[in-house]
């Protein structure tokens, strides 16, 4: 299962090393994050959602689901002010809210991973492979936000590899917590990662998109990557 919760981490990092080789553009930059959106997008409705509507308990989804989105807002502070201790400020901030979203959603790509294979080892493998399309280009997103700021190579790819903590907690925590549990209980949580997800995407990996000039091609990279996973979902399905 660790293994599987490391997958995701390790496509955002080789995300990161294309970042670093090549000149992420805000043009580029623009189009990876539009593309991470929709994949994202796409596990919440895809995966995560149905889910939801299946179960018996259609209140205490929609409370699980809140419960992720409040929890992703606690973390963000409290990620805001460390930043703001390290002297992050200003200009810095756009960098710092992709790179807290990012781990935030590889937080929960770790709880729907360790979940999903509290349930069956395929189901886990399944969500892992799945969830490698939507962390590459958010770790080119990452790095080529974490350029504009003042941080050498050697740190923005020490910040790139850290990514796999989050990713290995979420896992580790969702596969011992949900593992003895009831179904319903394990739909909850993935319902409640949804809300990180979302969160995340919406309160800051769209704005950081939208700091470029918009263009079509914007648009069309989100519907792309969120039609994308639906054919993956259904194929590795």
Not at 75 to 100: F, H, K, N, T
Not at 172 to 192: I, S, T
Request: net charge negative.
């Amino acid at each position: 299962m660790l293994g599987f919760a490391a997958i995701p981490a390790a496509g955002n990092f080789v995300g990161g090393l294309v970042a670093e080789l090549t000149e992420p553009s805000p043009r580029r930059l623009s189009i990876a994050l539009h593309l991470a959106v929709g994949i994202v997008l796409g596990v919440v409705a895809v995966e995560a959602l149905p889910r939801a509507l299946d179960t018996e308990r259609p209140y205490l989804m929609a409370a699980a689901f809140a419960v992720g989105g409040v929890a992703y807002i606690v973390l963000d502070r409290a990620i805001d002010a460390a930043r703001r201790r390290w002297g992050s400020g200003g200009e810095g901030q756009g960098p710092w809210m992709v790179y807290s979203a990012v781990a935030v959603d590889l937080l929960a790509d770790g709880i729907l991973i360790g979940s999903g294979s509290a349930i069956g080892t395929s189901l886990g493998l399944v969500l892992a492979l799945g969830q490698v399309i939507a962390d590459a280009p958010e770790g080119f997103a990452t790095i080529g936000a974490l350029r504009k700021t003042e941080l050498s190579r050697t740190k923005r790819l020490a910040l790139a590899a850290a990514f796999l903590v989050p990713a290995l907690l979420g896992g580790a925590v969702g596969f011992v917590a949900l593992r003895e549990q009831p179904e319903w209980m394990r739909v909850a949580a993935f319902v409640a990662a949804a809300g990180l997800l979302m969160t995340a995407t919406v309160e800051d990996m769209v704005r950081e998109a939208h700091e470029a000039e918009h263009r079509v091609f914007d648009s069309i990279a989100l519907v792309l990557g969120f039609c994308g996973f639906m054919l993956l979902s259904e194929t590795l399905g």
